[in-house]
């Protein structure tokens, strides 16, 4: 089980970056066509769909690590605890949050019958869940949490 789940962190924390590139990249996009008032080709659609399905992939991850890693207990006094409270209530709400936001916006555009409410439909919700996964991801300056770049 160990090296499963070490196998699984590896994955989990190199996915991100793809996850974040595709995400970053949607929402520049989208903002651009939505401030433009461009029009909405089918590499947009492609693009909102193929980050909706990375960011979704990486969630599958996450969930699994929640089950399984050391890091998330739930015991008395765990909430005084930064690491624990962390990957068991912060990080997993916040993911969570951000991963209903992207399904949101992403099935939003689809029922949009304007290009640039298709666009503004998938830039604010991708926006926010940006700022949620930004503020989420347990980066390697937050010591307390033991995390690494990769």
Known sequence: METFNRILVSSHSGWRWIVLILLV?????????WKG????TEGSRKLALFTMIAFHLQFLFGWILYFTSSKVDFFDGMM??????????????MMTIAMVLITIGHAKSKKKE??????????????????LILAAIPWPFR???GAGWF
């Open 25 to 33: 990249v949607a929402v520049v996009k989208m903002h651009a066509g």
């Open 37 to 40: 008032k461009k029009t909405f």
């Open 80 to 93: 005084k605890d930064a690491l624990y409270r962390f990957f068991t209530v912060e990080h997993s709400l």
């Open 114 to 131: 304007n290009d640039t409410a298709k666009f503004k439909a998938i830039a604010v919700f991708y926006t926010i869940a940006l700022v």
């Open 143 to 145: 010591t307390v949490l």
